[in-house]
């Protein structure tokens, strides 16, 4: 049998880890009985009492230890939901543990030159996370002014930290450390307000501190909040700390820090230090001491790629998370979904599930006590009008929900998870007779280079890969015989349909659609493709082949819809999604109801009465719509990661999870066979079952 190098461990909360291989830089694999493989090394968590197995394997093996942890730009949300997209992996000891070397130690110690031709990169990251106030976690909210004592002269803030955090012990420091470092903030500090500031675990009640005893008064404000920490340091004079990283953030922040105990940065030179190690020799800056930690040290994950990233992949998730959960803040009182498509649906709409109820109808909304700040949430437009109305009533937003364009591998009618919504404010992007968000988006918005530049990837990437909204198809290359004749794609649409009902109002059938295209391209080979839902049986829409007669010269039942767009010469459709798609590859698209991306000047429009077209009153180019309809409208998910997910994240897995299937035979059961899809559809409700029991 041939070895595998790779990284052992007995945790296995650490192959929990998603991407665990890809931040490690090698496999890692549990080891057990009937383990054969050559391992290059054995890991750890950190100096937890549990690491203690893997370190004695690894001794009694003569195998190099690796100790992980969490790197300083960890996630969103705490560990306990989400998971980490920054790792260390030391092999000397562990950042906090004072009492040895770690490879940051050596580092900082040695003579690399840690700023050199990177100093634009370390200054820029820097500046990035002092200005958005990033840190470990960044899930609280911003630290309010109105805690403050107007009176104060002076404000110090002291940090607490959990009981029997390993970094306390292993910095020279113990619970009674902490009394001392209070003490000495008062007594050195006369006239100063103290701050004291709770952990976040302390908050939670999830684990105790050390200043729990501790009580406002004249001189003295215990913050029990959960805050954003930069935004609570930047209105501090001085710092305070035992061996909590928080310290480092001040400094970064160009507040002074004490230190009570010895954290990584500290006995360089840029701390007030009450203790000394007598290994750290050398003068480090503030900016040496964050490029050899956040830069040279911790490893990050891209999340588009899934491979090794920088911190600049990281800073730019973050954001994302940021900036997708503070468009609809509230809580969201969700009506009338079904059960699966609440469990599927659940996690995409609040990083804060608590955030998030799920009622049967308008009566049951009413008893949760909806204020202003919440938002009602629907899909499409099912008892709109009521909602409306209690909307109205209540000072709350409603909000229509639908699949986003570019949706997943499978279908969603058998149940499959989506990776995109769409959550419009003023109408939904179907409906032609109001505008929707993403018609007001492509009516006034100035998109940035950047978005534009992004635009013309996400164009290009689902172009080279064929990529569509259900992207189930077969991407075989047609076989049509069209003699020469002009060859127009037709796709065909379900009936009922919310964007036919809405946005078609003269052709509302596919053989209404098929004759109108035959009256206007009587010369033409035309080809048509029944939709997937109405293949599979699922929705209203089929034709029969006699109907069908002098209508259309090839019936396209397997091939993609992107290769049919590829293979033709024009599209005509009513208002479906495949006129998008078109449109990305720079075919002329013909249109008979008002879908999104008509009245823009990329297609040819041949709806009348088209009261939309007279709303929509500037040109796009195909990048403007495309940086509108798939950059600004739609929120992504990323499942794995647990978090917002941005558009190119999205192809990645979709083109990830198509070959996956393919490759592995799968892909053919999304596509055929009735009695199959049906039981795939009772398995994924009796998990839901038991997800939600």
Not at 134 to 145: G, I, M, Q, V
Not at 396 to 424: A, Q, Y
Not at 524 to 532: G, N, S
Not at 624 to 629: D, M, N, P, T, Y
Request: charged share 25%; hydrophobic share 35%; net charge neutral.
């Amino acid at each position: 049998m041939q070895h595998e190098s790779c990284i052992g461990t007995l945790s296995r909360g650490i192959l929990r880890i998603p991407f665990i291989d890809v931040l490690a830089g090698s496999r890692v694999v549990y080891i057990n009985k009937t383990t054969r493989k050559q391992f290059a090394a054995v890991a750890g968590w950190g100096m937890k009492p549990s690491a203690r197995r893997s370190r004695a394997f690894a001794v009694k093996h003569n195998l190099p230890y690796r100790s992980l942890e969490d790197g300083f730009l960890r996630s969103y949300g705490t560990g306990d939901t989400f998971p980490p997209l920054s790792i260390v992996l030391d092999g000397e000891g562990i950042y906090y543990d004072s009492t040895r070397p770690s490879d940051l130690e050596t580092l900082l110690n040695g003579n690399r030159e840690l700023l050199g031709d990177n100093l634009a990169e370390i200054l820029k990251a820097k500046e990035m996370i002092l200005e958005h106030r990033l840190s470990k976690y960044n899930h609280a909210p911003e630290f309010s002014r109105d805690v403050l004592r107007e009176n104060d002269c002076k404000r110090i803030l002291v940090v607490d930290q959990t009981a029997g955090d390993m970094s306390i012990v292993l910095g020279g420091a113990g619970g009674q450390t902490f009394a001392g470092m209070l003490a000495s903030a008062r007594e050195e500090n006369p006239g100063a307000t103290i701050y004291v500031k709770t952990h976040p675990e302390v908050i939670s009640g999830r684990k105790k501190g050390h200043y729990t005893e501790v009580k406002d008064d004249e001189s003295t404000v215990v913050l029990r909040d959960l805050l954003n920490p930069l935004s609570l340091v930047e209105e501090m004079d001085r710092v305070y700390v035992v061996s909590s990283t928080l310290g480092f953030e001040a400094l970064l922040a160009g507040r002074p820090v004490t230190c009570f105990g010895m954290p990584w940065y500290a006995g360089w030179g840029v701390t007030d230090d009450r203790q000394r190690c007598t290994r750290r020799i050398r003068r480090r800056s503030v900016d040496e001491l964050f490029s050899a930690a956040y830069f040279h040290y911790a490893r990050y994950l891209d999340p588009v790629t899934r491979q090794q990233g920088t911190i600049f992949n990281v800073i730019d998730w973050l954001l994302l998370q940021r900036r997708n959960s503070a468009r609809y803040p509230g809580r969201k009182v969700c009506v009338g979904y079904r059960r699966w498509k609440a469990y599927n649906i659940q996690p995409m709409v609040s990083l804060d599930s608590e955030k998030v109820v799920f009622v049967r109808d308008r009566a049951v909304a009413e008893k949760f006590g909806i204020a202003p700040g919440d938002s009602i949430v629907h899909w499409g437009l099912a008892g709109e009008k009521q909602l409306s109305e209690l909307a109205a009533a209540s000072g709350t937003r409603r909000l229509c929900m639908e699949d986003g364009f570019v949706r997943s591998v499978g279908l969603g009618s058998d149940l499959i998870p989506p990776l995109s919504l769409v959550l419009d404010e003023r109408g939904i992007y179907f409906d032609p007779s109001r505008a929707s968000d993403l018609e007001h988006i492509l009516n006034t918005s100035e998109f940035t280079e950047e978005e534009l530049a992004e635009a013309a990837e996400v164009r290009t990437f689902m172009v080279d890969h064929d990529i569509t909204k259900y992207n189930i198809d077969r991407l075989n290359v047609p076989s049509w015989h069209a003699g020469g004749r002009r060859i127009v794609f037709v796709p065909g649409q379900v009936e009922d349909d919310a964007s036919i009902i809405s946005g078609s109002r003269s052709i509302t059938t596919n053989i209404g659609l098929l004759q109108a295209v035959r009256t206007a391209r009587p010369n033409a080979y035309i080809v048509f493709k029944p939709h997937p839902d109405v293949q599979s049986g699922n929705r209203k829409g089929k034709i029969t082949i006699s109907e069908m007669h002098g209508l259309t010269d090839t019936v396209e039942s397997a091939l993609s819809v992107v290769r049919c767009v590829e293979s033709s010469d024009e599209v005509h459709t009513m208002t479906s999604l495949a006129g998008f798609d078109a449109l990305l590859r720079g075919k002329p698209v013909v249109t008979y109801g008002e879908p999104f991306y008509a009245g823009w000047g990329l297609t040819e429009d041949m709806a009348s009465g088209a009261v939309s077209f007279s709303r929509r009153s500037r040109q796009l180019t195909l990048d403007e719509l495309v940086a509108g309809a798939l950059l600004r409208y739609p929120i992504y998910w990323d499942r794995e990661l647990k978090g917002y997910a941005s558009c190119m994240g999205v192809l990645h897995r979709i083109r990830d999870e198509r070959n996956h299937l393919s490759e592995s035979g799968k892909l053919e059961t999304l596509r055929t066979g009735y009695l199959r899809r049906q039981l795939r559809k009772l398995a994924i409700l009796s998990q839901t079952a038991i997800n939600r029991s």
